[in-house]
């Protein structure tokens, strides 16, 4: 009878992890969701309209570029 018992607490505590780790599962590609759709929303138009706006006042000449590695000659 002990053993019965034993193997009901174990089953109970492995079904309480796995509901936990769906649970932080599903709340995590929530998030992962929410990330990409407002980087697709707000971010990515912010960044193309100040790119834009940069171009149009010649600015892009005087910016210095992001690339700083060293150029490869073969």
């Known amino acids: ?38 980087y697709f929303t707000v971010i990515k138009p912010a960044r193309q309209a100040e790119e834009l706006k940069m171009l149009e006042a010649g600015a892009a000449k005087q910016a210095p570029t992001l690339d700083t590695a060293p150029t490869l000659t073969s």
């Open 1 to 38: 009878m002990k053993r019965q018992s034993k193997n009901m607490l174990l089953d109970r505590l492995h079904r309480g992890v796995v509901y936990t780790c769906m649970g932080l599962t599903l709340y995590g590609s929530y998030m992962l969701g929410v990330r990409v759709y407002r």
